[in-house]
């Protein structure tokens, strides 16, 4: 299963939100050959987004705890 993306706020690339942060992603744009530099948006506390609700086999995750009804 992959990770949700989102727009970076910095450099505006579709980058995966693991734990609720950015992915450790590298800035848009060509860069020196063997030259490591991180977009200063990775890691970065991504928004709450109501419309990206997890989900079990389809069904949406009840906001209280308790179990999912079997059939």
């Known amino acids: ?6 727009l970076c706020p910095v450099c505006r690339r579709e980058i995966a939100v693991v ?11 060509r860069r020196v050959p063997a030259e490591l530099v991180s977009c200063p948006g990775s890691r970065r506390q991504a928004p709450y987004d109501p419309a990206l609700r997890p989900a079990l086999d389809g069904l949406a995750v009840p906001a209280f705890p308790g179990q999912l009804p079997l059939f």
């Open 1 to 6: 299963m992959s990770a949700p993306r989102r």
């Open 19 to 29: 734990a609720g942060r950015f992915a450790r992603h590298d800035p848009a744009g």
